[in-house]
């Protein structure tokens, strides 16, 4: 059995935990070498189901190792006995992201020096050592992690490339994109149950549409791309196809789900990641601005990213886009759920509706969080109950 760890960004780690445990995961705490996420313990073969599955995790790590290193000496004679062989062939590019601290290695550049070394020991030949990139384009090199604390080193190595929110289906962006993993996070989030209505009236380029019926269909996140595991050694491609197989049927029926954006622009983006996501004809996608959405009487549930911070020039516009959102929630959405990432609560108190903040989070580096209210009918008179989203620190290996 080995020691895994599912990084997320910070605030998203018991939903990533509750991601694993819904797969049958060993969980173990949610504090792994100064990392944000969570722990787990299982075979290769369950590392790569969970970067098949996994929807809010960031990446998957594989723990090589861990030893007290004080000196460059005992790093390269403890970094010589991990088993390299298993991660890396020869000839395989790396890539190191080193972080230290409180420890007398110090110095990040002279540790990822030292490694090429022992890597070479159990190999025959140091490997190309390469910047790491995540651009699409370029060959990823292995990503090698590697955090020195209070004069411990941890190794782990990457199990899964590019990071997991790049499904493969998003090649059209609209403004402020989010990212995959935040909007399935806070469809979870919002107690959104994927059998009931699901309305996001600024969709932008459809991310949380386009990753609610994902959802609803039980569609693997990861079914359209690669990773990292593929080219270890020993990885079996005919045991992977089988496991993709098996999770690739959804429900017969899926929820209503419409998305909604005054942008024409955006929802043509949106549309067009739609179809490449398979899930096109599961979302009513319509132009059209704030002030006409067209709820079903049916309750349901309304996930939204409006504009803030910025994404809009003045703070005059968003106080009046927030004003004239509540009253629209107020005459339309009586008896829905609504929930709204936002980076400046001040904004959500202009609805004049009763949000509670759910989740905090990063969002592209902005503080946000995730509020929710039940949209009672005369909700008008609520006020917000809110304090400033506090989320926690930035993950250092994300």
Known sequence: MESFFAVCAPGLESIVAQELHGLGLKIGSCAWSGAVGARFEGSIHDAQRANLLLRCADRVLVRLGGFRAAAFSELEKRARRLPWEKYLAPGRPVAFRVASRRSRLYHEGAVAMRLPGAIAHRLGKPPVVAKFSEDPSSVIPQLIVVRL????????????????????????????????????????????????????????????????????????????RRFAFMDWPGFDAAAWEKLVAEHGEGPARAPRIMAS???????????????????????????RAISAIEPPPAPGWLVTNPPYGVRLRGKNDLRDLYAQFGKVLRAKCAGWHAALLCG?????????????????????????????????????NATSRMGHPEPGPRPRFA
């Open 149 to 224: 604390e209070n004069d411990y080193c941890t190794v782990s190595v990457d199990s899964s490339g590019d990071l997991l929110h790049r499904r493969g289906y998003r090649l059209a962006t609209a403004k402020a994109p989010l990212r995959e993993t935040l909007a399935c996070a806070i469809l979870k989030a919002s107690g959104w149950d994927a059998v009931s209505p699901l309305l996001d009236p600024f969709c932008g380029s459809g991310t949380i549409p386009i990753e609610a019926a994902l959802l609803a269909k039980k569609t693997p996140a990861g079914r359209a």
């Open 261 to 287: 954006d005054r942008d024409a622009g955006a929802i043509r983006a949106a549309q067009a990641n739609a179809e490449r996501a398979g899930v096109a004809d599961l979302i009513e996608f319509s132009c």
């Open 344 to 380: 400046d609560t001040r904004l959500l108190a202009g609805t004049g509706l009763g949000f509670e903040m759910k989740l905090s989070t990063l969002n592209g580096g902005l503080k946000v969080g995730l509020a929710s209210a039940k949209l009672l009918p005369g909700s008008g």
